[in-house]
């Protein structure tokens, strides 16, 4: 599976950015997807993860009610959008695939997914 993230930009402090990672390959429909961010200097943290057929949902503490992780498998996209975006999510946003389905103990850790994109980046201006 290869991803490309795309989607990221400049907007201010409460505005809205949808991120969209793009899929190639037949294995997309049976992959849980991730994503996950990586702000300067700190370490790789867990955003929002989605099970293969969309049923299931998991979000960090810091994003769940502002952010909605979804996916079109006929597409084969994932897409995250966030909302009342605020200037602690400025990062470098990566989108993951993994072969496990999808729990709260699998989902939220990078070494789960073997498939990474490229990273789109998100700046919140205050």
């Known amino acids: 599976v290869q991803l490309q993230a795309s989607g990221g930009g400049l907007v201010q402090a409460g505005g809205s950015l949808r991120l969209s990672c793009a899929a190639s390959?037949?294995?997309?429909?049976?992959?849980?997807m991730g994503w996950f961010r990586q702000a300067p200097g700190k370490e790789c943290e867990f955003v929002a993860a989605i099970s293969m057929t969309g049923g299931n949902t998991y979000y960090s503490g810091s994003v769940k009610g502002r952010f909605t992780i979804s996916r079109d498998n006929a597409k084969c996209t994932a897409y995250l959008q966030m909302n009342s975006l605020k200037p602690e999510d400025t990062a470098v946003y990566y989108c993951a695939a993994g072969q496990r389905p999808l729990t709260w103990s699998i989902g939220t850790l990078s070494r789960a997914y073997e498939y990474w994109g490229q990273g789109t980046l998100v700046t919140v201006s205050s």
């Open positions: 390959g037949r294995a997309f429909g049976t992959s849980t």
